[in-house]
């Protein structure tokens, strides 16, 4: 099986602009979640998506938001980006007793 | 909430010698307990998982995990380390059924030398 992918791996924006970021689970897994990893703050949960709905959502501002398709791949949107968003963004997918399988993540840089 | 904490911030280890990374969880309910690897310019890799049964788990690479319940702790293990081992170890706890949210605690940096 094709483990989780994400695109794109490497993105630079400035402050102000917003990105977009995919991840595409592995097949037949129907949760995904992303976390935000930093070199302060480690690894911190965003939120989880399970069937296109909103299952949980970690202390993120509003600025930060998802979303899931049909066929279970997700995008994860900022807007209005800070320096502080700057992280490694990575996506995780999951069966309920299996545990969670992580992609490479999306390395985001804000000037 | 949840909290998650890794005893160790780095682990200085010469090869062929035994490894213990503890960590302990704050949540008093059921849990799911996972260790995960990152090595250097690698993504996250699950190297075992505890969801009830027998307290002692093994997982890939010759790693193994004890889950003492009473302690709130779930302790990583090897007996020999080798250089291939170096990479930062994460342990993460799932709380409760349903939505799946780890809590990860801050990571242990684990260098052996050769």
Not at chain 2, 34 to 59: A, I, N, R, T
Not at chain 2, 70 to 86: E, H, Y
Request: proline share 4%; with cysteine.
């Amino acid at each position: 099986k094709a483990g989780v992918t994400q695109t794109p791996r490497y993105l630079i924006k400035t402050r102000g602009q917003q990105v977009t970021l995919s991840c595409s689970p592995i097949s037949g897994h129907r949760s995904v979640s992303w976390y935000q990893q930093t070199p302060g703050q480690g690894l911190q949960f965003l939120f989880e998506y399970f069937s296109e709905t909103q299952r949980n959502k970690g202390n993120f501002p509003g600025r930060f938001s998802g979303r899931q398709f049909s066929n279970s791949r997700s995008e994860m949107n900022v807007s209005t980006l800070e320096l502080g968003d700057s992280a490694l963004y990575l996506c995780a997918s999951s069966l309920v007793a299996e545990g969670q399988f992580f992609g490479p993540g999306t390395r985001l840089t804000v000037l | 909430a949840q909290s998650v904490s890794q005893h160790n911030h780095h682990v200085i280890l010469s090869e062929a010698a035994s490894l213990e990374l503890g960590c302990n969880y704050s949540y008093g309910g059921t849990v799911n307990l996972f260790w995960y690897v990152q090595y250097p310019g690698q993504h996250l890799q699950l190297l075992l998982k505890y969801f009830s049964g027998d307290p002692l788990v093994k997982g890939i690479k010759g790693f193994e995990a004890e889950f003492i319940k009473s302690k709130f702790a779930f302790n990583l293990r090897k007996p020999s380390v080798q250089w291939s081992d170096t990479a930062e170890y994460f342990c993460a706890v799932k709380s409760g059924a349903g939505s799946y949210q780890l809590t990860f605690g801050k990571g242990t940096k684990l260098s052996v030398i050769p």
